[in-house]
């Protein structure tokens, strides 16, 4: 008995190539790769705060965002010089930019020599996108040229402006 060969016929058109041992291997390759791909994904966008993963902790780096509008009204019109104990006056403006209402706790120091001396504390409540004027009124001691600070939010947000004593005879004028 010889045994009889069949060899297939290739359709018009077609080339003869080599066969593959394991037809399915190529799509397993895909959908490993695809699994990685969106692990990768994942983590990336879990570590930028976007997603959150289910039982993870999440730590958020992001700084936070402004939620205030500080500035002084007419920058031209502040105090440059000061007589020691005598009333200063400048007014500076304060706007809430969420969309509810928030108080926003300032304060006004002198700063000189490395030296910092609070001159005015406060909260100012605002409702939503409502902006209110402010005018700080203090007293400085004697002691030379002053940086005048307002800051509201601890640190966050500040606007200054230098003062300079007058001089003992133009202040008698």
Request: net charge positive; hydrophobic share 40%.
């Amino acid at each position: 008995m010889t045994s009889a060969q069949t060899t297939p016929i290739p359709r018009p058109g077609s080339r003869p190539g080599p066969q593959s041992r394991n037809p399915g291997s190529g799509t397993r390759y895909l959908g490993a790769g695809l699994v990685v791909v969106f692990v990768v994904s994942a983590l990336v966008l879990w570590a930028a705060g976007v997603l959150s993963l289910p039982g993870a902790a999440q730590v958020s780096q992001r700084q936070s965002e402004t939620t205030a509008q500080l500035y002084f009204d007419s920058p031209a019109g502040l105090p440059t010089a000061y007589r020691p104990g005598a009333p200063l006056a400048f007014t500076w403006t304060l706007g809430n930019q969420t969309d509810s209402g928030r108080g926003y706790p300032f304060t006004v120091t002198a700063e000189r020599g490395g030296a910092s001396t609070v001159l005015e504390r406060g909260v100012l409540t605002l409702a939503a996108g409502q902006h209110a004027a402010h005018t700080s009124t203090v007293a400085l001691p004697a002691g030379g040229p002053t940086l005048i600070v307002v800051r509201i939010d601890g640190m966050a947000n500040r606007i200054f402006f230098h003062t300079a004593e007058r001089a003992a005879a133009e202040a008698a004028h």
